[in-house]
């Protein structure tokens, strides 16, 4: 077996000192107080668990393109963005090494739900049309195919899980959770969120296959938090080789979900290390789709210090 690329790779982010918020399986968070700094990292997981292996470039990926659509569909709905360049101290000493990775924030009460819109029928939604006939609850048309798209978007919002898979809930449980006029605020921003980003990636030869958001309350408001339309939170169809019936090709970590499903690996901690040219074709696939999407090159990290 080959050995990853010897390209730099941020793995975790330490500062002496300073204990993290939290680290979740991509991004390392600080309290700031009312803000947060978030930093994406290169880490990737697979089958929820984190691989030993990062993605070079993986991070400023996520970020750049979060802030990308944050910024194109802010009149929609506010964001929780502050900068995309600003480092408080002290993190500004490691400026060159979180080149290109970090959003400043404004701080939120985050929902305890994940809002996801379908377009098409794949991966989770799927598996439960094949054994209800239903979507998350709501009944579709008999005999579609698996990435079929369907007939509307809709909106099949999930619990947050800590660890493993979230789990799809009906609204009238995340109406319990959140409240009923909040469940429909984040329905009604989520849904339009969807098509506007849809429209926009269709020319583009990308097909928006489904995608969840994260909101916040902020003073009352709901605020667009997290990430954004990302390869890690949606999936990106290459229009061109569109073809229902089956699974289809995409622009995320697929390359790493088959490559460990070929070599038999049980799923389980810690995950094997990943040959470099599994990390070469995902690197390209997360940069591909940034290019298409935002119309330019992944700029050198070096450009964002």
């Known amino acids: 077996m080959t050995t ?22 991509v991004r390392d968070i600080y309290d700031l107080g009312d803000r947060l700094l978030i930093i994406a990292t290169d880490r990737l997981s697979a089958f929820d668990v984190v691989l030993p292996t990062g993605i070079p470039d993986k991070g400023r990926v996520l970020t750049q393109l979060s802030l990308f659509w944050f910024n194109l569909l802010r009149d929609i709905v506010p964001n929780h963005v502050l900068s995309g360049t600003e480092l408080p101290a002290p993190f500004d000493a490691f400026r060159s090494d979180l080149a290109g990775r970090t959003m400043l924030v404004r701080k939120t009460q985050p929902l305890p739900i994940e809002c996801v819109v379908r377009g098409y029928l794949s991966g989770s939604g799927w598996k439960d049309y094949k054994a209800t006939g239903k979507l998350c609850g709501i009944d579709l048309p008999a005999g579609l195919r698996e990435s079929d798209r369907l007939p509307e978007p809709l909106f099949t919002p999930a619990t947050k899980a800590a660890t493993g898979h979230d789990e799809n809930i009906p609204f009238a449980q995340a109406a319990a959770l959140v409240g009923a006029s909040v469940a429909e605020q984040a329905r009604s921003l989520s849904l339009e969120i969807y098509r506007r980003a849809s429209a926009f990636a269709q020319p583009r030869g990308v097909i928006l296959a489904d995608t969840k958001f994260e909101f916040g309350l902020l003073d009352g408001r709901l605020i667009w938090i997290d990430e954004a339309l990302t390869p890690d939170s949606s999936r990106f169809w290459p229009a061109a080789e569109y073809k229902p ?38 690197q390209a696939r ?16 070096a450009t964002y210090s």
């Open 4 to 25: 990853a690329p010897a390209q730099p790779v941020l793995r975790e982010t330490r500062f002496p000192g300073i204990t993290p918020l939290a680290r979740g399986k």
């Open 245 to 282: 019936g089956g699974p289809q090709s995409s622009f995320d970590k697929q390359f790493v979900r088959d490559y460990l499903e070929r070599i038999g690996w049980n799923k389980q901690a810690p995950g094997p290390e990943l040959p470099a040219d599994v990390v070469a074709a995902t």
């Open 286 to 301: 997360y940069r591909e789709a940034f290019r298409i999407l935002t119309g330019q090159e992944l700029a050198p990290a």
